[in-house]
C-alpha cells in the first residue's frame, strides 16, 4: 500500500428515507442509515445471516441527489470516510456517534439507471 487512508465502501440498503436539513448558510446535508448483510455458516454448517447498520451523510449538492433519487429500500453503494463525534442528551450523558460521511454514492437499481453521482 502506497498511502494509508480512511476510505470505507459499503452496498447496502436505506432503512428509511434521507432526511434532507438545509442550514441558514446555505449548505445541505442529508441523512439515512444504510443494511449491509453479511452472509456465513456457523460451526454445524447452518447458513446464517447477520444485518450491520451504518449511519450516512452526505453534504451538498450530493445531499440534494440522495434526497431526491434514493428512498427506504433503495440500493446503493457508498464510498467515503469514518468520522466519529460526541454530544450531550437531554440528560446530560455523552453520546458517542460513528458515521460514514460519503463522498460518491452509486444508484444500484434499474429505475435510477445506475449512475453514479460524485460530490
Excluded: C
Aim: overall charge negative; glycine content about 8%; proline content about 3%.
Amino acid at each position: 500500500m502506497n498511502a494509508l487512508r480512511n476510505k470505507v465502501q459499503l452496498i447496502g440498503r436505506l432503512g428509511k428515507d434521507p432526511e434532507l436539513v438545509q442550514f441558514e448558510e446555505g449548505k445541505t446535508k442529508a441523512s439515512f442509515p444504510l443494511a449491509t448483510n453479511e452472509v456465513y455458516k456457523n460451526p454445524s454448517g447452518e447458513r446464517m445471516e447477520r444485518t450491520q447498520w451504518h449511519d450516512v451523510v452526505v453534504w451538498g449538492k450530493l445531499s440534494e441527489v440522495a434526497a431526491s433519487y434514493l428512498q427506504k429500500g433503495s440500493e446503493v453503494a457508498v464510498e467515503g470516510r469514518l468520522t466519529y463525534r460526541t454530544y450531550e442528551d437531554a440528560e446530560g450523558h455523552t453520546r458517542y456517534v460513528t458515521e460514514v460521511v460519503a463522498s460518491e454514492l452509486l444508484l444500484l437499481e434499474k429505475r435510477s439507471e445506475g449512475k453514479e453521482v460524485e460530490a
